[in-house]
Structure formats: C-alpha cells, structure tokens
C-alpha cells in the first residue's frame, strides 16, 4: 500500500491529522518516508545545501569550531556531533580542514545523529578514514564538552501549525475529500505554548511551533553549560516567524506540500526565538542570529576564494565564483540563511558571532 493510500486510511479511521503527523509520516516513515527510502542531495536529487555547494563552507565551519576548541583550553576529549549529515560532506570538510589543527583529531570523538538509514550509509562511506559513531539521538551524547553543528537539520523537524481565532487558537490540519488531502481547521482551543504570540499575532495569522526542536536544544545547551564547547545552528528561518512557510521540493521545484507525500522534501523555516529561550534555560549562552553571508565573510572565505581560484581557470573558476555568489550574496543562501552559535557562560563566542 502506498504512503498516500496509508494515509488516507488512518485520517478515515481517526479523522484529520496535524500538520506534524502528516510531516513525520511524510518523511520518516520506516519504509515509505522521503528521508529512509533516498538520498535527497544534490543536482540529480531534490534540493541542494551549502557544504553540497561548495568546500569552502564546512572548511570554515570547522575552523570556527576548532577555534572555540583552542579558545576553550583544548579539552583532551570532546565530542564533534552533526546533527542530520546528509552524505557526510559538511563532517568530511571540518575534519580536512582541521587536520593541521595540532591535537584536534585525538580529542574528537566523532558522533552522527541520522535518521535515515539511506544517508547512514553514504555518510560510512565519505567518513570511512574516521569511524564515526552513530547515536539514536542527542540525549545518548557522552558526557563531555561537546562541539556541534546542525545545517539545514531543524528545518526537517515536525511543525504544527496553528490560526488564531479571539484569544484562542484553532489548529491547521490534513484531511482527505475524494482520494486527495486538504487543510481544514480544528477546535478553537487556549494554547499555552503561544500565549506569547497573542501580543503579535492578529485573527487568521497562521503560527508555527517545532515542539521536537525543544528537547534536542535543550540537550545541546545543557552539555555545553556543564561541559564547555559549542554549537552552530544553520537554517532558514527568522526570529519569531509569522505565516505558513511549510514547503515541498521536488526535483528542485517547490511543489504542494499535499501532493506526493513520501516523494517530496517537506520543510519549514525554523523560528530561532524559542531556540534562544530553550538555551538559555538551560544556563547555556547564545549569540545575535547572523545571516549566513555575514558569517561565512567574517571567517574569511572571500580569502578562502581567492586561495583556491589560483588553482583554477575556465569553468572551475566559474563555478568557484558562483558557489560563492551563492553561500553568501544577500539574493541567495546569505540572507535567507541564518546562523545562531550556543557557548558556556564563562567562554567567548563562537568566531565570527556576536554575544
Ligand atoms: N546537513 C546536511 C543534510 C541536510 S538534509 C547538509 O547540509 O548537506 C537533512 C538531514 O537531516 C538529512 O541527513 C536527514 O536524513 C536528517 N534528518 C531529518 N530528520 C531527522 C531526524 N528527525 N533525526 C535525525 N536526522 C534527521
């Protein structure tokens, strides 16, 4: 039986189902989901992401962490964690980058948070010279100081949606008519996880909350309060988010999120407002939220470019100008992009963040 018609079995048994089933179902089912049965990756796949863009991206991020390691007191044993690694590009670039980093390698225990069993194996593959570990999640993290990177991870993460009606909220939900999907509205019910969002949000403004994303940050700022380290967090996304931005890629197009569950990429922004608040609750530092661009400029890969393009001419060069174009110009990845870094309370932060 297909995903859809599985679906549309269960919303015919137990009537409409959230915006985050749908999700979860859409991209994790065991056997049918868009994440377990495929990689995704790359021009022949759905959607493509910076370290797929270009090397220059995961070489800096990697010395950012290593700078924070050294910033830190070189910790003997810390964990090197990425959270969602695709096909182990963004990992395989960090630890190219900092092989020179004296001592660096040694301490790092590296650790890879994945769901799909698909991507697992590409990720063994790239990674082969370094064993990683795989952990089911972050709460199985050692506990040690811990340095961690999340691109384009929060943005997989489940969302429900919600309308405000008064001061009440009505919940967005998938249903079926006639063998095809369609949102409706729930009850109109108090929401306690929003009740901040009555001073912004007016009737029929749609709001977004990523409960998942909460018990993982949480995790994160805990270990690094008690243990030291950092965190980067990558996505597109905003500070308090107002508005639908569930979205469905398929072949690089955006298509109805609805439409072909199980065979598109379902998305939505990531809102880093209840990130920094779950930080912070947990005695953990973060910085200002910085577009990707700024960031990537501040750690140097306009320098990174030119180094690299002296190799290059015809159409390596082209390309090498045009990922950068694309990781950083405020047209394409470095508005829309964001980074928010997590560091101790008594530690500087993160290179290339601001407190
Ligand atoms: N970070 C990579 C890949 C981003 S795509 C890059 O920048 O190229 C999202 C990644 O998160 C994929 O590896 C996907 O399989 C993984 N993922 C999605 N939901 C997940 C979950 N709930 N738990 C663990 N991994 C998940």
């Given at each position: 039986?297909?995903?859809?018609?599985?679906?549309?079995?269960?919303?015919?048994?137990?009537?409409?189902?959230?915006?985050?089933?749908?999700?979860?179902?859409?991209?994790?089912?065991?056997?049918?989901?868009?994440?377990?049965?495929?990689?995704?990756?790359?021009?022949?796949?759905?959607?493509?992401?910076?370290?797929?863009?270009?090397?220059?991206?995961?070489?800096?991020?990697?010395?950012?962490?290593?700078?924070?390691?050294?910033?830190?007191?070189?910790?003997?044993?810390?964990?090197?964690?990425?959270?969602?690694?695709?096909?182990?590009?963004?990992?395989?670039?960090?630890?190219?980058?900092?092989?020179?980093?004296?001592?660096?390698h040694d301490a790092a225990?590296?650790?890879?948070?994945?769901?799909?069993?698909?991507?697992?194996?590409?990720?063994?593959?790239?990674?082969?010279?370094?064993?990683?570990?795989?952990?089911?999640?972050?709460?199985?993290?050692?506990?040690?100081?811990?340095?961690?990177?999340?691109?384009?991870?929060?943005?997989?993460?489940?969302?429900?949606?919600?309308?405000?009606?008064?001061?009440?909220?009505?919940?967005?939900?998938?249903?079926?008519?006639?063998?095809?999907?369609?949102?409706?509205?729930?009850?109109?019910?108090?929401?306690?996880?929003?009740?901040?969002?009555l001073s912004d949000a007016?009737?029929?403004?749609?709001?977004?909350?990523?409960?998942?994303?909460?018990?993982?940050?949480?995790?994160?700022?805990?270990?690094?309060?008690?243990?030291?380290?950092?965190?980067?967090?990558?996505?597109?996304?905003?500070?308090?988010?107002?508005?639908?931005?569930?979205?469905?890629?398929?072949?690089?197009?955006?298509?109805?999120?609805?439409?072909?569950?199980?065979?598109?990429?379902?998305?939505?922004?990531?809102?880093?407002?209840?990130?920094?608040?779950?930080?912070?609750?947990?005695?953990?530092?973060?910085?200002?939220?910085?577009?990707?661009?700024?960031?990537?400029?501040?750690?140097?890969?306009?320098?990174?470019?030119?180094?690299?393009?002296?190799?290059?001419?015809?159409?390596?060069?082209?390309?090498?100008?045009?990922?950068?174009?694309?990781?950083?110009?405020?047209?394409?990845?470095?508005?829309?992009?964001?980074?928010?870094?997590?560091?101790?309370?008594?530690?500087?932060?993160?290179?290339?963040?601001?407190?």
């Amino acid at each position: 039986m297909s995903l859809k018609d599985q679906l549309i079995a269960r919303i015919q048994q137990d009537g409409p189902m959230s915006v985050s089933d749908y999700m979860t179902e859409c991209l994790l089912h065991p056997t049918l989901g868009y994440y377990t049965t495929r990689d995704p990756l790359g021009a022949a796949g759905d959607f493509i992401t910076a370290p797929e863009i270009s090397q220059m991206f995961g070489e800096l991020i990697g010395l950012c962490l290593a700078q924070s390691w050294m910033d830190q007191g070189k910790p003997v044993r810390f964990t090197l964690c990425e959270l969602g690694p695709g096909r182990g590009t963004l990992m395989a670039d960090i630890l190219r980058a900092t092989r020179g980093v004296a001592g660096f390698h040694d301490a790092a225990q590296i650790v890879l948070v994945e769901a799909s069993p698909v991507l697992q194996l590409a990720q063994a593959d790239t990674l082969k010279e370094y064993q990683p570990d795989w952990i089911d999640g972050v709460a199985d993290l050692p506990d040690q100081p811990l340095l961690l990177v999340a691109n384009e991870f929060f943005d997989a993460l489940p969302i429900r949606q919600f309308l405000r009606e008064g001061d009440g909220w009505c919940e967005r939900l998938v249903g079926e008519r006639d063998g095809s999907f369609l949102f409706g509205r729930g009850p109109t019910e108090p929401q306690v996880a929003l009740t901040d969002r009555l001073s912004d949000a007016s009737d029929d403004d749609l709001v977004e909350l990523c409960a998942a994303a909460i018990p993982i940050l949480t995790v994160i700022a805990g270990r690094i309060a008690s243990h030291g380290g950092a965190a980067l967090i990558v996505d597109y996304g905003d500070w308090r988010s107002l508005g639908d931005t569930l979205q469905a890629l398929q072949n690089h197009e955006s298509v109805d999120p609805l439409a072909t569950p199980g065979q598109a990429d379902l998305t939505a922004h990531v809102d880093f407002e209840p990130l920094a608040v779950a930080t912070r609750a947990c005695g953990c530092r973060h910085t200002r939220l910085t577009p990707q661009g700024v960031f990537l400029e501040r750690l140097g890969i306009t320098a990174r470019a030119q180094a690299l393009s002296k190799a290059l001419s015809g159409s390596e060069l082209d390309a090498l100008v045009t990922a950068h174009r694309r990781l950083t110009h405020p047209d394409e990845m470095g508005n829309l992009f964001k980074v928010m870094g997590l560091f101790p309370a008594y530690a500087t932060p993160p290179p290339g963040l601001e407190p």
